[in-house]
């Protein structure tokens, strides 16, 4: 290769790496915020499903005191019936 050869190929070279600086800056950053989000979505997630098993619980709590005031309601009936 010729030195001339050499120098057109390091100006081509140089010419790319500059004009692909700013898009490869770009995209690293919307990386960045994908994985952000990404990370935000799991958080968000978790907390979502620790609620649910919060309410689940309650729920079955509400069922349970339900039917025990069922139950009671059922016995006084009987008792003034009797």
């Excluded at 600086?21 to 978790?46: A, S, W, Y």
Aim: charged share 30%; glycine share 2%; proline share 1%.
């Amino acid at each position: 290769m010729t030195t001339s050869t050499k120098d057109a190929f390091r100006r081509v070279e140089n010419s790319v790496h500059r004009l692909s600086e700013e898009p490869r800056r770009k995209i690293e950053c919307l990386v960045d915020e994908l994985m952000t989000l990404h990370k935000k979505l799991l958080t968000d997630g978790d907390h979502i499903q620790l609620d649910i098993e919060g309410y689940a619980e309650l729920n079955l709590h509400v069922m349970q005191l339900t039917t025990i005031i069922a139950d009671s309601v059922e016995k006084i009936s009987l008792q003034r019936i009797d």
